[in-house]
């Protein structure tokens, strides 16, 4: 799941998310670690202009410093960073950052990144945001080897170059950390298909998966990359139980097998993983609804 409190977009934060802070996202990694969840989320954004500060907020905590907080607090669940803006920073200076954060987990970091979309954040640190996708497909291939078993990583490309420079701590992980490519876009899609481990599409409903997911293994079939991939889904809103409030016309809720049943749809369209997002009114419902999804309705999943 995406946590509450680090990212608080009008788009998608509960109203309690204004006043929570360090304690409530501390207590809710605490649960997802408790009740098997497989990953908590961490998006990235350095600053938002004012033109898109209404809508989006100018409240987006670090993934690198927030992910490490929580690294230190839990004990089991993966740490994911939905998605890092790889292209703002040269690729020797994020997988600083990540293969640290990596070694201090004992090995739980997901990297996911993905091209941006606010152009003054790339303006303000000089990145050509009309090239972001060239960027970023080239700081994928570097970040690959700069994370991989090599203290003395060497890559030569377009924009980045580096060789003769050693790094430690390595990552714990070995060949090195999945790499997870966010978004929907044709240029996306075929980012992750070619360049990725793993897919997190971006706003796509149901009916637009199969579609996208059958695209996605054409182009790597065709690009010759045989190595697995791992299709994720960002499910509808959640509500374990009868909510007895509104909760939008959108929210799947009801009874655990209800829930299952509905979200089982996404394996068959190939998805692997599903991020779950619930409604809530406090962190202590969050909390309860994370609580009987990971013991009521996450049994029934896979069976």
Known sequence: MQLPVQSQSTLFAES??????????VAIARAADRHGFAYIACCEHLAIP?????AMSTVWYDPVATLAHLAAVTERVRLLSHVAVAGLKHPLVTAKQYATLDRLSGGRLILGVGA???????????VDFERRGAVLDET???????????????????????EGLGQAPRPEQTPRPPLWVGGSSP????????RGDGWLPQ????????????KLRRLRAAAGVDAPVVIGAIAEP????EPGWEVGRRTLSGAPERIAESLREYRAMGVDQIQVRFRSRGCDELREQMAAFGTDVAPLLNG
């Not at 004012?50 to 209404?54: F, G, S, T, V």
């Open 16 to 25: 309690w998310e204004a006043a929570a802070g360090p304690v409530e996202l």
């Open 50 to 54: 004012r033109r898109l500060a209404e």
């Open 116 to 126: 941006g979309h606010v152009a003054e954040e790339f303006d303000v640190l000089g």
């Open 140 to 162: 994928i291939d570097a970040l690959k080897a700069a994370l991989g078993p090599e203290e003395f990583p060497e890559f030569a490309g377009e924009r980045f170059a580096f």
């Open 187 to 194: 240029a996306a899609v075929r980012r992750a298909a070619v």
């Open 203 to 214: 706003g796509d409903r149901r009916a637009a998966l199969p579609g996208q997911i059958g």
């Open 238 to 241: 959640l509500y374990v139980g």
